[in-house]
């Protein structure tokens, strides 16, 4: 179907009334031009024009090509709107979208596809018979379409179907999917649903196994509070096969599921499935740094579970505490997307618990869920607040949109009640509520942050919208012991000071910009040393006094000291490019480090420079998100027997705690130096003290959900840097909004 043959069809007229998304003016403006896509030519020279200037990606105007060939292989006449959208939904999924929703799209072209891009290059003129003419922008060109006219040319199309046809697109409602991740959607939905229906052994309230669970529940939490969302979280995952738990930072998500691992284990015996076995289960996270982060905090919430009061004979050994990537359980291989484990070689496992779920993509979810044994549970923990993965998908968003309401329906308040002996507040009830609600639970109390903690009040600001002046006047003074925001009393700083002035707090942390210098507070009845910068590591690596002949274990316990004293503070930015991103502060505070005299050299390979991985290496055993030091160590002599020293890098070795492996630089491949790292990489991660640099300008990056992450990484200390006062209030009213069909059709879409 051509397009002008739309605008002389009495039907697509019919249909095509003034879209209620899309101004009568704007169109009419965008009329007065030539159409881009009167032709299927122009179309194709305007896709390529934005792919030279880098608006959209060669592999998006590739796409377009394929459903252009796909059509003419069918003996159908290509639209230019289609291959218009399509390119356009490939784009979206290089953005972390699973899917184009045309209805947002039409109505906010340019905010929904963040295009022309921040840092736009000029596109040259598009129409040749008109050398004047600007290269029309998406927004431009989608401002002469309307929502029906689009549905009327997808569904027209051999390319599209509506998923039962294996179509490179697929439209679901006003959704437009990549074939590929409606798939993974699909597959998804699918699996949760499932095990939501699947029924449960402990859905009776007066079973012996929920007795049982019961039992287990009041020795496990012994709170004196009218609601305990632990225990309530606790009782409702334990009844379902798939349950969710979310809550912030220091909400107790570890410790929720460490409990309600025990409880499992202790109604094990009378699921008539196992016959008295125990469950297998398995822990799991998306990085290396989030699995080893929950390695960490496990072991000792484990070692304090009170099992010898539990029902059900449980002991130690029922409860794992090693957590393993996602990549490593499902068995990745080199230079395929297939894993090991799947559909016909499921994972032996009854329960599977995934933290840090915020991060994983709907590739991998999909890839999790293909491995997992039909009646396997699946628990997802994290915190929904945070960035959605870098890859498509918001899974946790999604799953997660109607957590802080609960929406808990009569029947499951009376379980809970028969079950926890608690009631379950009245704002959280709903008559209406859907299956995926029941499922779905939120910690409400941070039992890491004090009442007073600033980053626990600044978080909560940004996350619920009240970051108000008063928040911000206590920020600056600063009012609070644990956050400052460093030059929050200059409105529009210089940028070339502000950058020198990140720099120096890189060095010293700057403790005495926060109150009382930084000294005299006490966390958990122990003293807080004040914040650092990277000097401290740097001259404990400066400093070491080892020498050649030194032993190995001891050279190990050093590089662990340093990794661990690298951990005390990092820098972090919302943008990746130019003076204020990664790139730009990693050169810049390296150089000044080096001026400091405390690194040898601030360029290649140098002793000190810390670095991060920055895609999966399954030859090394690394992964992404690791982080490892360049140390100069001795190795070997050379032809006169002095001790020769090479540079290695010393990453934690995630197989046994404690030990470190050495790596050549010359073998590592992906990776960035990390004296500032991208708020998004930081995901997963936690810092004694972390420091927030926000750049002079609002970009699309800058949202609410990037700085709530940005701040929550921090687990004492929290500084602020803009380079302009503004953008911080600017980026917390942004959001990131992921196109999805999963809440919509889970039916908690709200
Ligand atoms: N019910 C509780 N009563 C007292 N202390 C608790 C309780 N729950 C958790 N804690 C303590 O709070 C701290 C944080 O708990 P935990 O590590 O379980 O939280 P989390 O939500 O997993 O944290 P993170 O944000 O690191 O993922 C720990 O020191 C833990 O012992």
């Given at each position: 179907m051509s397009r002008t043959r739309h605008s002389d069809n009495q039907f697509a007229l019919d249909l095509g009334e003034?879209?209620?998304?899309?101004g009568q003016s704007e169109q009419n403006m965008a009329m007065e031009?030539?159409?881009?896509?009167?032709s299927l030519a122009d179309t194709e020279a305007l896709l390529q024009h934005w792919q030279q200037a880098d608006w959209i990606r060669p592999l998006d105007t590739g796409f377009a090509r394929l459903i252009r060939d796909l059509s003419q292989e069918q003996g159908e006449k290509p639209e230019p709107l289609v291959l218009l959208l399509a390119a356009l939904t490939s784009h979206q999924v290089g953005r972390?979208?699973?899917?184009?929703d045309l209805a947002i799209l039409l109505n906010e072209s340019n905010h929904t596809l963040s295009?022309?891009?921040?840092d736009a290059r000029a596109v040259p003129p598009v129409m040749s018979e008109e050398p004047d003419s600007e290269t029309p922008t998406p927004g431009e060109v989608l401002a002469r379409t309307t929502l029906p006219e689009c549905l009327v040319a997808l569904n027209a199309s051999?390319?599209?179907?509506?998923?039962?046809?294996?179509?490179?697109l697929v439209l679901n409602d006003a959704r437009l999917y990549l074939r590929r991740f409606w798939r993974y959607e699909q597959q998804i939905a699918g699996a949760i649903e499932t095990r939501l229906a699947l029924p449960s052994?402990?859905?009776?309230?007066?079973s012996d196994a929920t007795d049982t669970l019961s039992q287990a529940l009041a020795t496990l939490f012994q709170s004196s509070?009218?609601?305990d969302y632990q225990k309530l979280a606790c009782a409702l995952a334990a009844r379902q096969r798939f349950s969710v738990i979310t809550g912030g930072p220091g909400t107790g998500k570890t410790t929720t599921v460490v409990n309600l691992l025990a409880a499992l284990q202790a109604v094990a015996g009378e699921d008539p499935e196992r016959a008295g076995r125990k469950y297998r289960i398995r822990l799991a996270a998306p990085t290396g740094k989030a699995a080893a982060r929950l390695n960490e905090s496990i072991g000792g919430a484990v070692r304090r579970l009170p099992l010898d009061q539990?029902?059900?004979?449980?002991?130690?050994?029922?409860?794992?505490t090693k957590v393993t990537t996602l990549h490593r359980l499902l068995g990745s291989r080199p230079d395929?997307?297939?894993?090991?484990?799947?559909?016909?070689?499921?994972?032996?496992?009854d329960i599977l618990v995934i933290d840090e779920?915020?991060?994983?993509d709907v590739d991998l979810m999909a890839s999790v869920v293909d491995a997992l044994p039909e009646r396997a549970q699946l628990i997802l923990l994290g915190?929904?607040?945070?960035?959605?993965?870098?890859?498509?998908?918001a899974i946790l968003g999604e799953l997660c949109q109607r957590a802080a309401d609960a929406h808990y329906t009569p029947e499951t308040a009376d379980w809970l009640r028969a079950v926890t002996s608690m009631a379950v507040p009245?704002?959280?009830?709903?008559?209406?509520?859907?299956p995926l609600d029941q499922a779905v639970a939120m910690l409400r109390k941070?039992?890491?942050?004090?009442?007073?903690?600033g980053i626990r009040q600044l978080a909560e600001a940004v996350n619920t919208n009240t970051l108000d002046a008063d928040m911000l006047a206590r920020i600056r003074q600063p009012?609070?012991?644990?956050?400052?925001?460093?030059?929050?009393?200059?409105?529009?700083?210089?940028a070339e000071a502000t950058l020198a002035q990140i720099c120096q707090h890189a060095v010293?942390?700057?403790?005495?910009?926060?109150?009382?210098?930084?000294?005299?507070r006490v966390i958990h009845n122990r003293p807080l040393p004040p914040p650092v910068g990277y000097r401290q590591y740097l001259e404990l690596m400066n400093n070491h006094?080892?020498?050649?002949?030194?032993p190995r274990a001891e050279w190990d316990a050093l590089a662990v000291g340093v990794l661990e004293a690298f951990n005390d503070f990092q820098v972090l930015c919302a943008?990746?490019?130019?003076?204020?991103g990664v790139e730009g502060l990693n050169d810049r505070i390296a150089r000044h480090l080096l001026a400091e005299k405390l690194?040898?050299?601030?360029?290649?390979?140098?002793?000190g420079r810390p670095v991060l991985i920055t895609g999966n290496d399954y030859n090394l055993g690394l992964m992404n998100g690791d982080i490892g030091i360049t140390f100069s160590v001795p190795w070997g002599q050379d032809d006169n027997g002095e001790p020769t020293f090479v540079l290695r890098v010393a990453f934690p070795d995630s197989d046994s705690p404690g030990g470190i492996r050495w790596i050549s630089p010359?073998?590592?491949q992906q990776l960035e130096t990390v004296f500032a790292m991208t708020v998004h990489k930081s995901q997963g991660s936690e810092f004694n003290h972390t420091c927030l640099v926000l750049p002079d300008r609002l970009s699309p990056v800058l949202t609410k959900e990037l700085v709530y992450t940005g701040i929550t990484r921090a687990k004492n200390w929290f500084s602020l840097i803009t380079g302009d006062a503004q953008v911080l209030g600017e980026a917390v009213n942004q959001r990131v909004v992921r196109a999805s069909g999963l809440g919509i059709r889970l039916g908690t879409n709200d």
């Open positions: 003034d879209s209620p998304m899309t031009k030539p159409d881009p896509l009167a972390g979208h699973v899917c184009i295009l022309p891009p921040e051999q390319a599209v179907s509506a998923g039962e046809l294996s179509t490179p052994a402990l859905a009776d309230p007066g509070e009218p609601v539990l029902p059900g004979q449980v002991v130690l050994d029922d409860i794992p395929t997307r297939q894993f090991r484990n799947n559909r016909d070689n499921p994972l032996l496992v779920a915020s991060m994983v915190d929904k607040d945070q960035l959605a993965s870098v890859d498509a998908g009245a704002d959280l009830l709903d008559d209406q509520g859907q941070s039992y890491r942050f004090q009442e007073e903690s009012a609070f012991d644990d956050v400052v925001w460093l030059n929050g009393h200059t409105p529009r700083p210089d010293t942390g700057t403790p005495n910009a926060f109150a009382n210098q930084g000294e005299d006094g080892l020498c050649a002949d030194s943008l990746r490019k130019g003076p204020w690194l040898p050299r601030a360029e290649g390979w140098y002793a010359s073998r590592l």
